[in-house]
Every structure is written in structure tokens, then in C-alpha cells.
């Protein structure tokens, strides 16, 4: 057929069924679900995939142009403060809230037919799924999902009464989503400079104070923390609250949306700016532990931030195969050209890495291995979403001009993608918590170097030579980040070796598994050159293995491990 005028425009991936499209999601359940829970919620995943690439992402792109929009008073000149949604940001909570009950997966039997909570592999491949379609509205999802965590793990009896059969509904109409506010001008990382006040007056809290970034405005109850009158300075003062939007008589409760964000990214969900006048609130478990309390909410919003990352990655690696697989140049396909196939892997790489950090941590939470997941957790929030964002620009580049108009969803990838670095800790915080923290005071890199050892153990299918370079990487930046722990300048260095050789040997590992593709190896063996060994900016970069290597990751047809042994080996 000859091309002509709009035929030589590249295609995108509207209506791709994204589980059906998934190689590696698909190989990574298989591998972490037992057979009968995987053949149970399969038909769930490809319903997700194909309205991901479908429905979802159609209504994803009407929310993303028309955004939330504040009304501060009702018809009467009442302070009936209310956020307008448009009708496409409505469906949307539909198919999250009602169809899959995403935020009661973790907590009840019943979600999708299954009789008991969803193992967390589960529950985040259907994040990652929806994610591909629409990332803003899995703030409000993940912040309720968390926030009944919290009630559940810490509230009182009467507070669970209370709370937990409206947050766990699937009725819409009686349905009560959650959130938390925890951002002050005051205090955003330093979490001890927080003023709000908390004030008991006959028995009942009320709260003083802003919150300066609140993401989820007018969610139905929001979790978060309150320095109690004559409380110490610092985090040891700080009280964890359960605040209501209306109190139980159905009145507004006092306090106020005072304006919406004008954001870059997120732009369909509503984060604003709260001024509390003494709003009424109930205390959530013990009035000297609200950090440590709420960290819990925050460690899993980082582990969804993560798999949110990995997502996003996996949509911008479909649309720019589309690009490079459906357009032609100069007489060839443009997939076919040297410096197209090598900006490919650039992709590519970092979004296999994450995938397989993301169902590792998501496996250790499942085990109960609470060291593993203690340490995995800030190594995927870190360099997942920062290695989000070089992938959206990449993937934006590949389509070219095209990738710089709102027609097209790399705008909006491009917008999103920044926004993980920012909420649940910047690169810094979580890289001082990695190294700091779990290596330094909770010594988790050694539960972590176990597993990893384990797993090298058994991919003994592996050319000797690679396992054993995996193996002396994986030593190695052990040993870094255990020298690192007072030197917080090297914190980010230390644990972004430990994230690529984590993944290293996850991804060799994955490829040895039966039935898993092969080339996953291939990917280890890039990692390994390129993010963990030497590297002279004045050599020829590109060694004669990845040539052949590059054919298979690209393209689509699987290989037998010994048709690649030569390419990890060399």
C-alpha cells in the first residue's frame, strides 16, 4: 500500500490491550503468583490491560484537559466549598472504585471474586495496569487504600466502626474515599517543623493550622498529623488524626478548600490547600507515635510510587516501539536505524528494571520478609521515578515533533513523570533513608544480599562467568553503601548501585525461571556493563556483544538461553 499525506504519521497505542502487549508482566506473574491465583485474576488482568489501552485512557485524556475546579460557596453564599469534576474523571473512579475495588484489595475478601485479600503481586499489577491509562487518579486510590491501613492497624474500635464500612464499600453512594495531608509551608521533608495544633476541647479534638499541599482535596476523610497543645517540639510531638469532611450530623466540617493547585502534572486529580478553623478530628492510635504511625502510610505509598514509575516507563516503551515499528524514514523503518535502536534500550532497560524491582518488593511484602522490604522499598521509589522521567523525554524524542502536542499522550507523560520525585520524599530523602537508615541503623542490606545470593543460587543455567561478575557487583556495592552511611553526599550513589545490581540479578535470575523470556538476561547483562562497571568516556562505547544483543531485546520473536550465553559471557 503507498503512503500518502496523514498515512506517514506514526500510530500510537490507543486500544492496545497493555496485559495482552506485556511479555515481561505476564512472565513476572507467573513466576510470583502461585498457578491457581494467577489463573483465577487473569481474566481481571486482560479486562485492566484492554481498558487501560481502551476506555480508561480515552477518558484519561478528556480529564487531563478539563481539571478539577473549585467552587468556594454554593448557590446561597453558603461555604459549601466543592471541587466540580469532569464527567470523564467521574467514570474513571467508576471502574477504579466500583468495578475493581482497588482500595479494598488488601483488606477484604469478596474484590473480584476472590475470597480473601489479594496477595500484593496482585493488587500491584492491577496498579500497573491502570496506570499505563491514567496516573492522577492513583493518588485518590492508593491514599484510600492506605489510609484504612491505618485506621484498621491503629484507630480504636469505635473509630474502625466508624470508618471502615464506609471505606471499604463498593457502593458509590455510600462509598467514602480517603487521603492524608501532612505538607506545611513550615515543614515538607522536616516533618517536626509541622504547626498545626490540635486542641481538646470536652472530649472532642479539634485542629488549627494549614496544610499546604494536599493532594485528594475533598476526599471524604483525611489522615494526618497534629502537634497537641503542650506537645514537645519535633517529630516526638506529633499525634496522627482522622479528620472528616463532614462531621457525624452531616454538616461541613470546619475547615476549607481554600484554592486548587495549578500543577504540571496530575492535572485530572484536585490538590489544593487546606485551612483548618478547628475542625473536628479523632485521635488515631497513640497520641506519641503519630510519625511513626503515619511513616507506615507513607512506605506504602512509596512502593505504589514505584510500580507507578514502572508503569509509566512500560507506557512510554509501547508508544515509542509503535513510533519506531510503524513509521519510515529515508527509505527504511525507523526502528531499523543504529542510533533509533540504541535510544531504544535507553528506554527499555530502566522500564525492565523497575518491573522486576517492583514484583520483588512487591513479593517480599507477600512473604512478610520485612528486612527485604524495608530496603527495596526506598531503592524503588528513588530510581524508578527518577529514571521515569529521562524515559518520558526519550520517548517524547522518539516520536518526535508530534511528541510535543497535547494531541498525543507524551505531553502528558512528560508532565506526570516529575511528580514521583516529589510526593512521599524527594531523591534525596529516600536515598538518606536507604543508606542512612535501613543500611546503616536497621543493617537490611544483609537480609537483601541473602536473597540475592539465593538467587544467583539457583539461576546456576547461567554462563559462570556472568553469575560470578553479577555476584562480585553485588559484593561490591554492599560494601559501598556500608562505607557510605556518615557520608551523606555519596547516599544517592550508594543507593542507586545497590537499586541496578538488585535489579541485575533479579532480571538474570527471571530469565532462568521456566517459561520465562530469556532475554531477560540480555537486559542484566546491559545493567551490568553500563551502570556497574567502568566506564572511559573516550572510547567506543558499543562492544560487538551488544549489536546481537540489541536484535533480540528488540525484537519479537523469544530466544532459548543457549542461543544468548555467548552474548553474557563475551
Known amino acids: 500500500m503507498t503512503r500518502t499525506g496523514s498515512d506517514w504519521i506514526a500510530p500510537d497505542c490507543a486500544g492496545m490491550d497493555f496485559y495482552a502487549a506485556d511479555r515481561s508482566l505476564r512472565d513476572l506473574l507467573g513466576i510470583y503468583l502461585p498457578e491457581d491465583v494467577r489463573s483465577h485474576f487473569t481474566p481481571h488482568f486482560q479486562r485492566m490491560g484492554q481498558l487501560a489501552g481502551g476506555r480508561l485512557d480515552e477518558l484519561a485524556r478528556v480529564a487531563d484537559r478539563h481539571g478539577p475546579v473549585l467552587h468556594a460557596r454554593d448557590r446561597y453564599g453558603r461555604d459549601e466549598d466543592w471541587i466540580e469534576y469532569h464527567p470523564a474523571y467521574r467514570e474513571m473512579e467508576q471502574i477504579a472504585f466500583r468495578d475493581f475495588q482497588f482500595h479494598a484489595m488488601s483488606h477484604r475478601g469478596g474484590v473480584l471474586g476472590y475470597d480473601k485479600p489479594l496477595p500484593p503481586v496482585a493488587k ?3 496498579q500497573y495496569l491502570f496506570v499505563q491509562g491514567e496516573f492522577g487518579l492513583m493518588c485518590p486510590i492508593s491514599v484510600t487504600d492506605t489510609s484504612i491501613h491505618l485506621v484498621r492497624k491503629f484507630g480504636s474500635n469505635s473509630l474502625q466502626d466508624y470508618l471502615l464500612p464506609k471505606m471499604l464499600s463498593a457502593d458509590m453512594a455510600t462509598f467514602w474515599k ?37 493532594s485528594h482535596a475533598d476526599a471524604d476523610v483525611a489522615l494526618m498529623l497534629a502537634r497537641p497543645e503542650g506537645a514537645a517540639s519535633g517529630t516526638k510531638g506529633l499525634a496522627l488524626f482522622a479528620l472528616p469532611r463532614r462531621t457525624r450530623d452531616g454538616k461541613r466540617n470546619a475547615y476549607r478548600i481554600v484554592r486548587l493547585k495549578d500543577k504540571m502534572g496530575t492535572r485530572s486529580m484536585a490538590s489544593g490547600e487546606i485551612n483548618l478553623e478547628g475542625a473536628e478530628a479523632y485521635l488515631v492510635g497513640d497520641v506519641g507515635n503519630g510519625l511513626k504511625q503515619m511513616m507506615e502510610q507513607v512506605n506504602l505509598s512509596r512502593l505504589s510510587h514505584g510500580v507507578r514509575a514502572a508503569s509509566m516507563m512500560r507506557r512510554c516503551v509501547n508508544e515509542s516501539l509503535a513510533v519506531a515499528r510503524g513509521r519510515s524514514a529515508f527509505g527504511r523503518m525507523v526502528i531499523e536505524f543504529p542510533l533509533m535502536r540504541r535510544q531504544l534500550l535507553k528506554l527499555i532497560v530502566p522500564t525492565e528494571q523497575a518491573l522486576s524491582m517492583s514484583f520483588c518488593t512487591a513479593d517480599a511484602m507477600g512473604r512478610g520478609a520485612k528486612e527485604e522490604l524495608r530496603i ?5 521509589k528513588l530510581r524508578a521515578c527518577r529514571d521515569n ?14 511528541g510535543a502536542i497535547e494531541d498525543w499522550v507524551n505531553p502528558r507523560l512528560v508532565r506526570d513523570a516529575p511528580i514521583g520525585l516529589l510526593w512521599e520524599g524527594t531523591s534525596n530523602i529516600n536515598a538518606l533513608d536507604v543508606i542512612g537508615r535501613a543500611v546503616g541503623k ?22 559462570s562467568p556472568f553469575r560470578n561478575a553479577l555476584g562480585s557487583a553485588l559484593d561490591r556495592a554492599m560494601a559501598l553503601a556500608e562505607r557510605v552511611v556518615d557520608q551523606e553526599s555519596l547516599a544517592r550513589q550508594a543507593a542507586t548501585a545497590l ?18 523470556d530469556t532475554r531477560r538476561a540480555l537486559i542484566a547483562r546491559f545493567v551490568l556493563a553500563h551502570k556497574l562497571s567502568p566506564q572511559d568516556p573516550l572510547a567506543p562505547e558499543e562492544a560487538a556483544w551488544e549489536v546481537a544483543a540489541a536484535d533480540w531485546v528488540l525484537g519479537e520473536k523469544p530466544a532459548a538461553l543457549d542461543q544468548i550465553a555467548g552474548l553474557l559471557s563475551e
Open 499 to 516: 537499586y541496578d545490581v538488585t535489579s541485575a540479578v533479579l532480571l538474570a535470575w527471571e530469565a532462568t525461571r521456566p517459561g520465562a
Open 389 to 402: 522521567v529521562p524515559v518520558a523525554v526519550g520517548a517524547m524524542e522518539v516520536r518526535g515533533g508530534n
Open 124 to 126: 500491584y499489577a492491577f
Open 376 to 380: 527495596l522499598t526506598g531503592l524503588l
Open 442 to 463: 536497621a543493617q537490611a542490606h544483609l537480609a537483601l544480599q541473602r536473597m540475592l545470593h539465593a538467587r544467583l543460587e539457583e539461576a546456576r543455567a547461567l554462563p
Open 178 to 214: 480517603g487521603t492524608q495531608f501532612m505538607t506545611e509551608k513550615a515543614g515538607g521533608s522536616d516533618v517536626g517543623a509541622i504547626e498545626t495544633v490540635a486542641r481538646q476541647t470536652d472530649g472532642v479534638w479539634r485542629l488549627y493550622g494549614d496544610k499546604w499541599f494536599c
